[in-house]
């Protein structure tokens, strides 16, 4: 059984902040729900008048964004400046996976339906209040979760969780990015037939196996709190929470979708949550499964292997309390 220790220590990056760091700004003109156009604007606005210097990095798909951010924290490195990421989940995943163990500062202008994380840390949605208290920020060091080595910010998921996740996209691109078009998106989604996943599970307080249709591993208290997940300890703890259920047929799974919308899914009987620090996931002899990570789609060879990042995320939040966002 994994015995990764609960307790074990993370490195909690030492930086200090003059002010005046140049930063380099990763912005993903393909996502979000702004217009690139507006919010490369404001970016220019409010850094112009504050005088601060900058590098806009444009990329117009999330192909690009490796690349990219591993060239804005090469520039931000040898510049001694920040690495910013500009545009929705998936672009702040894939900038925060080049910052991680970096040694860099990491600043995000959240552009995303739900804006779990950057609602977490008080960031606003709003372009030209995030830039204000970019400009004005202290590093908190934040906890992430590994998936196989990749990062994920708010959460991973395997099964029915990655199909929503698909579905939901093709019902923005017809009907554009809101909540109700995703909840309408999942409705539609849970009405077909769904393959259950025989899964083998190796983790830090223990070992079980069963029959599920999904499993979605979380890092941030607010989603927890808004589906009624109560691991809020977990969290805060620096530790992930796992939740899946048992083999479920759709009348579950819509009573499921309701608890969710109510924040009650905790109190479902079918609900299986835990927490851990690490956590292998086994599936018999598949070799590999597609699985998401904060709302982007991926293939991952098995087993997979869920813990928590020995590094933490540097990420600038606003300096002054009453500045900062209520979740």
């Known amino acids: 059984m994994t015995t990764t220790s609960r307790t074990a220590e993370h490195h909690l990056p030492q930086i200090s902040l003059t002010g005046d760091e140049p930063l380099f700004i990763v912005l993903n003109t393909g996502s979000g729900r702004h217009a690139a156009g507006e919010v490369e604007q404001a970016i220019r606005d409010v850094l112009g008048s504050a005088g601060r210097q900058f590098e806009l990095m444009q990329v117009s798909s999330g192909r690009q964004l490796p690349?990219?951010?591993?060239?804005?924290?090469?520039?931000?490195?040898?510049?001694q400046g920040v690495v910013v990421a500009a545009g929705g989940d998936g672009t702040l995943n894939a900038v925060s996976q080049a910052v991680l163990g970096s040694g860099l500062p990491f600043g995000i202008l959240p552009q995303g339906t739900f804006n779990y994380f950057g609602r977490t840390y008080g960031i606003s949605q709003d372009t030209e209040t995030a830039l204000a208290c970019l400009l004005d920020a202290v590093v908190q060091p934040v906890p992430v979760g590994l998936l196989n080595e990749h990062v994920f910010l708010v959460n991973a998921s395997l099964g029915?969780?990655?199909?929503?996740?698909?579905?939901?996209?093709?019902?923005?691109?017809h009907f554009g990015r809101s909540r109700?078009?995703?909840?309408?998106?999942?409705?539609?989604?849970?009405?077909?037939?769904?393959?259950?996943?025989?899964?083998?599970?190796?983790?830090?307080?223990?070992?079980?196996?069963?029959?599920?249709?999904?499993?979605v591993v979380g890092n941030n208290a607010l989603q927890l709190e808004h589906i009624g997940i109560d691991h809020l300890?977990?969290?805060?703890?620096?530790?992930?929470?796992?939740?899946?259920?048992?083999?479920?047929?759709?009348?579950?799974?819509?009573?499921?979708?309701?608890?969710?919308?109510?924040?009650?899914?905790?109190?479902?009987?079918?609900?299986?949550?835990?927490?851990?620090?690490?956590?292998?996931?086994?599936?018999?002899?598949?070799?590999?499964?597609?699985?998401?990570?904060?709302?982007?789609?991926?293939?991952?060879r098995t087993p997979l292997v869920f813990r928590v990042a020995p590094d933490r995320l540097p990420l600038l939040v606003p300096r002054d309390p009453a500045l900062r966002e209520r979740a």
């Open 67 to 79: 690349s990219t951010a591993q060239r804005a924290v090469a520039r931000a490195r040898a510049a």
């Open 233 to 300: 300890d977990d969290i805060a703890q620096g530790r992930l929470v796992a939740m899946t259920a048992r083999e479920l047929g759709t009348l579950d799974l819509y009573g499921l979708l309701l608890r969710g919308l109510l924040s009650s899914m905790g109190e479902a009987e079918n609900v299986i949550t835990f927490g851990f620090d690490s956590m292998t996931v086994r599936f018999g002899r598949r070799r590999r499964i597609k699985v998401a990570m904060d709302g982007e789609i991926i293939w991952l």
């Open 180 to 215: 109700l078009v995703a909840l309408w998106a999942a409705l539609a989604t849970l009405m077909r037939a769904h393959r259950q996943l025989d899964l083998a599970l190796d983790y830090t307080d223990g070992q079980q196996r069963l029959r599920t249709p999904t499993l």
């Open 160 to 173: 029915l969780y990655p199909t929503l996740l698909e579905d939901r996209e093709a019902w923005k691109q």
